[in-house]
């Protein structure tokens, strides 16, 4: 069984003219080490799939697997937990806390369990010089640049060494050569920590580094493709 199983996957969200179908079908699986970038319009239910891979938003039918795991089957204080531990969220707003310092942001997830520990906030520090900002710890998210808060933000994703990573355009707010530094950082951290990563973009550069792309169209995700 593959660490993660995506089966058959549908959602809907029903309106006054009925259910509106955003995705029908939808089947794939990765492994820990394995990435695939999402393409599709505006429109064409990539955050939805998203959200549903991130337990943030439940299917209408199908399953999602996660380690043999299917989150949605986990009482509701579970699958906080599950979701805080296992899944790492960028999106293409940063979602800092300005009143929070660099360091701090990083270790919020790692408050849902009261204090953060010294080996937390170790690896918050390490995290943090892995992304290029071993010098902006007690800076506020206003004092740093656009691609420094996105590099946050992945540190903060990274922090409870999850299973899978989802990226919502994560370069999508950057200009092209910061973009390209955090897709390159993306996965340079992916090979270090061996997460799945799921990235939905409309950056052609940064799906062709991916070694999987597949596009939604009209609710449905073929086979994903490898192109190495
Ligand atoms: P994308 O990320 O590809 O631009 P989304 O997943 O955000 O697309 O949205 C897909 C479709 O689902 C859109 O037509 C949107 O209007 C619709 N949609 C998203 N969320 C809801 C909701 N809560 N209720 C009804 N329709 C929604
Ligand atoms: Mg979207």
């Known amino acids: 069984m593959a660490d993660l199983e995506v089966r058959d996957l549908s959602k809907s969200y029903p ?10 079908g939808v089947s794939f699986e990765l492994n820990r080490g394995e990435n695939l970038a999402i393409l599709g319009p505006s429109g064409s239910g990539k955050s939805t799939l998203l959200h549903c891979l991130g337990t943030l938003e439940s299917p209408t039918s199908g399953t999602i697997l996660l380690e043999g795991q299917n989150p949605f089957e986990l009482p509701e204080a579970k699958l906080a937990d599950f979701r805080n531990e296992q899944i790492g969220f960028v999106f293409q707003d940063h979602h800092l806390l300005p009143q929070c310092t660099v360091l701090e942001n990083v ?37 740093i640049s656009g691609g420094e808060r996105q590099r946050t933000a992945l540190a ?64 449905t995700l073929p086979t994903p493709t490898s192109t190495t």
Not at 15 to 24: Q, W
């Open 15 to 24: 309106t006054r003219s009925g259910d509106l179908e955003i995705l029908s």
């Open 107 to 143: 270790l919020l997830p790692t408050l849902a369990k009261g204090k953060s520990s010294q080996e937390a906030i170790e690896r918050a520090k390490s995290l943090l010089d892995r992304v290029g900002l071993g010098e902006r710890h007690d800076h506020r998210p206003a004092e």
């Open 156 to 219: 903060r994703a990274l922090i409870l060494q999850p299973l899978l990573l989802l990226a919502d355009e994560p370069t999508g707010n950057l200009d092209r050569s910061t973009a390209a530094k955090v897709s390159e950082l993306l996965l340079e951290l992916q090979n270090q920590e061996n997460f799945i990563l799921v990235v939905v973009t409309h950056s052609l550069e940064l799906a062709q580094q991916m070694e999987r792309q597949a596009e939604l169209n009209e609710g």
